[in-house]
């Protein structure tokens, strides 16, 4: 399981028009699922991301979690995240889990950052998307459980 975690002042997801998740200071996280993934792997990448201290103390540097800065959370899937690049020009995208594999577990992350106390909002799993964000720092990781 991966992920594109990046600190936002601001992110939301737009499908058909309509504003469908919506959050103010705190993470936006592009999931990518793989053969393999289980529960198991989702609640270790909730953990990891509400965890990671991406968030300036009093001092300005990066040691506050999103957990302790109070930052809300929207995630979502994003299968491109197992495009494979290493040959030609079209990325393969067989190391992506199908829909009905990734759906649930791009959901137990969500519930599972919802069990730890987070304010989470959500994309449209399959929908085509817009995501709109304010990149905060900018500051963006790559977490790979």
Not at 24 to 53: F, I, M, P
Not at 62 to 87: C, H, N, P, W
Not at 112 to 133: H, I, K, N, P
Request: aromatic fraction near 4%; hydrophobic fraction near 45%; charged fraction near 25%.
């Amino acid at each position: 399981m991966r992920a594109v975690v990046q600190r936002v002042t601001s992110a939301s997801v737009t499908v058909d028009g309509e504003v469908v998740g919506a959050v103010g200071r705190g993470l936006c996280v592009l999931v990518g699922v793989t053969h393999g993934d289980d529960l198991a792997r989702a609640e270790q990448l909730a953990d990891k991301v509400w965890r990671l201290r991406i968030f300036p103390d009093v001092d300005g540097r990066m040691d506050r979690s999103a957990e302790e800065a109070g930052g809300e959370v929207l995630v979502i899937s994003q299968f491109t995240l197992y495009g494979d690049t290493r040959k030609g020009r079209r990325p393969s995208w067989g190391a992506a889990a199908p829909g009905p594999v990734a759906e649930p577990l791009v959901e137990a992350v969500a519930a599972a950052l919802r069990a730890r106390g987070a304010t989470v909002a959500t994309g449209r799993f399959g929908a085509e998307m817009q995501v709109a964000l304010v990149n905060d720092g900018p500051v963006t990781l790559f977490v790979e459980v």
